[in-house]
């Protein structure tokens, strides 16, 4: 039968709006359909207009990094807090040792990811969405 590359689903990132002082946790799961052993690794950077390379990090499933359950194909790694207003552009990488899928691809020639916003500091919760004042997770 054909291996194909394992399956990237359920991607989230918790906080959904972090604070400045906030790591953030990237967690997906990742499905294999030869049963093979998967590693993963989350790709990340600052978006600039001149971003520059993606930091890699390995992404685990030991049951202590945010995946919830050792073994269970959740698969996880995190941010380090950011400075208020930064934009992080972030994508997630499985493979089966042979084949690998990252989830989101690319979504144009400038290689633009997934992005999230750190701040809205000192914002009660919900107030950026009535005043518009802190965008959200896109």
């Avoid at 590359?5 to 400045?20: C, F, G, K, N, Q």
């Avoid at 930064?86 to 040792?97: H, M, N, Q, R, W």
Wanted: hydrophobic fraction near 35%; include cysteine; glycine fraction near 12%.
């Amino acid at each position: 039968s054909l291996d194909t590359p394992p399956l990237v689903m359920d991607v989230e990132h918790t906080p959904a709006i972090p604070r400045s002082d906030q790591s953030v946790t990237v967690s997906a799961d990742f499905k294999d359909t030869q049963g093979d052993e998967l590693s993963g690794f989350l790709h990340w950077r600052i978006s600039t207009g001149n971003p520059g390379s993606f930091n890699v990090k390995p992404m685990s499933d030991d049951g202590l990094g945010g995946d919830r359950d050792a073994g269970d194909g959740t698969f996880a790694a995190q941010i380090p807090g950011q400075a208020d207003g930064t934009v992080i552009e972030f994508y997630v990488e499985a493979s089966d040792g042979e084949n690998s899928r990252t989830w989101p691809a690319p979504s144009d020639d400038a290689g633009r990811q997934r992005v999230m916003w750190f701040g809205c500091d000192g914002l009660a919760f919900g107030q950026w969405l009535v005043s518009g004042e802190c965008p959200v997770s896109v």
